[in-house]
Structure formats: C-alpha cells, structure tokens
C-alpha cells in the first residue's frame, strides 16, 4: 500500500475524481456569471426590457441541473473510494503489530481525507476559479478595483506561508495526542484522561490562537479594500447603475472566496501531517 495522501488518492482514482471535479468546475464557471447578468438585467429591466432577466433565470437553471448532478454523483463516489482504502490501512496496521488505539485513530484520520475530498475540494476547486475568473472580470470593469483586490490576494497568501510551518507542528502535536485516547480510555484512570483531554485542548488552543492572529491581519486588509472601492468607483465616473452593482458584488464575492481560503490552507496543512503519520 503506497503512502495515503491527496496525491497518491487521486492517482489511484484519478478518472471517477476527474469527472465530479469537471462537474465542480462548470458549476463554478456559471456561478462567476451571476453579477454580471444581475447586473446587465438591472439596467435591462430601466429600460423596459426583460431580456437579461430570462438570461439569469436560464442561468440559475442549468446550474441547478449540473450542481445536483455532481452531489448524487459525489457521495456515491467517495463512499468506495474509501471502503477500498480502509481495509487496506487496517491490514498494512495489522501487520505492523499496531495498537488497537493507533489503528482506530488512523481509520478516523483517514476519514478525513475522504470527507476533505468530497465537500472541501469541490469548494477549492471553486474558489480558485472564482478567484481567477472574479480577477478577470474584475480588471475588465475598473482596473484600480483589480489592483487592491490583487493586493488582497497577497496578503491572504503571505500571511499564511508565514505560519505554516508552526500550523504543522501544531498539527503534529495535537495528532500525536490523538493516536493515544483509546489507550487513555482504557485504563479507566481519572486523571490519566483528565490529563489527556487538557493536554489535547491545549494543542486545539495554540491552532485556534494561530489562526485568530491570521484572521486579525487579514481582515484589516478586508477593511481597507471595503474602505477603496466605493471611493475609486465613484471616483472613476462610472454612471450605469447595473454595473456599479455588478462590481460590487464581484467584490463581495471576491472577499467572501478569500475569507473561506484560509480554511483550506489549514486543512491542507493538516492532512500533510496526517499524511506523513501514516508512513511511520
């Protein structure tokens, strides 16, 4: 059995996967499209015309069609994707003479690289061309808005390679604790769980104080993009209403799609380490 992580779990399943994050990838490119034709229907429905209004009612069809598609098609797909790979974790386990404890952990890890597969990466997969595409359009509507919300983009991305390495060891931590709770729970001693739960919480504490000073830095660059933009778009003399809305909903959007990134980033983090301990 070869090294369980992202990589090697698409290799092996790379076509059932291919085809949900094809799926994923259509509903995300539709989705880019919405402001601009709330946008265009707005200016639309001024003048007495319902043209862009049936655009957008066509639009919110075929997404539905294609985003229901992928969800039957999904939880279908990672199911055996993951009673295939379990048993085998359960016997390369077996086989090295594993804890009961550390075999039972293990499975529950695993399971989070399935669940990760399934309802996280469909959302990356989004995110990403959201943010690409929302750039696009963004550039093609007012280039001054591109420029802060690329410089955005920075930030979010710095301010995460900076605590990457300790978000790992973070992770470490808290997952070498982890593989001994069944041990724990079977001596049925007081304080030795007692001990243990407290020595969990605080590894959960250092990751959630990691993360509340990158949310903090973060959003003071959300702050001052919110501050700009109103300013450089009344400022650029930009008079039809449809496409003053248009662009602030691409910022909004674009905001709301790098908010969830740092999320990702963290579970990504954490399954590298995840995917390290499986090896040893």
Not at 25 to 52: C, K, R, V, W
Not at 71 to 93: A, H, N, P
Not at 207 to 216: A, I
């Amino acid at each position: 059995m070869k090294q369980i992580s992202l990589r090697t779990i698409f290799s092996r399943f790379k076509w059932r996967i291919s085809l949900t994050m094809l799926l994923v990838s259509a509903e995300s490119f539709l989705g880019l499209l919405y402001p601009l034709l709330i946008g265009l229907a707005i200016n639309d429905l001024i003048d007495q015309n319902y043209t862009g209004l049936y655009y957008l009612v066509y639009l919110g069809i075929a997404e539905l069609i294609i985003g229901s598609a992928r969800r039957f098609y999904d939880t279908r797909i990672y199911s055996g994707i993951y009673k295939e790979i379990v048993v085998e974790l359960v016997d390369k386990e077996y086989a090295k003479n594993s804890t009961v404890s550390k075999t039972s952990a293990r499975t529950s890890l695993l399971n989070e690289f399935i669940e990760f597969m399934e309802n996280s990466m469909p959302e990356i997969v989004s995110v990403v061309i959201g943010i690409i595409g929302t750039l696009g359009i963004i550039f093609a509507l007012n280039i001054n808005v591109f420029f802060a919300c690329l410089g955005m983009l920075v930030l979010v991305l710095g301010t995460y390679a900076a605590s990457g390495q300790l978000n790992l060891n973070f992770n470490k931590g808290f997952n070498d604790q982890l593989e001994k709770q069944v041990e724990h729970l079977e001596s049925r001693n007081r304080l030795s769980i007692t001990n243990h739960y407290e020595q969990l919480m605080k590894w959960n504490i250092k990751l959630s104080d990691l993360e509340t000073v990158n949310y903090f830095v973060i959003w003071l660059g959300i702050i001052a993009l919110f501050a700009y933009t109103p300013l450089t778009v009344v400022e650029s003399g930009v008079v039809k209403y449809g496409m003053v809305f248009a662009i602030f909903m691409y910022v909004f959007d674009y905001i709301e799609r790098l908010v969830t990134t740092p999320l990702f980033i963290q579970q990504l983090i954490r399954l590298k380490e995840i995917s390290d301990r499986f090896d040893n």
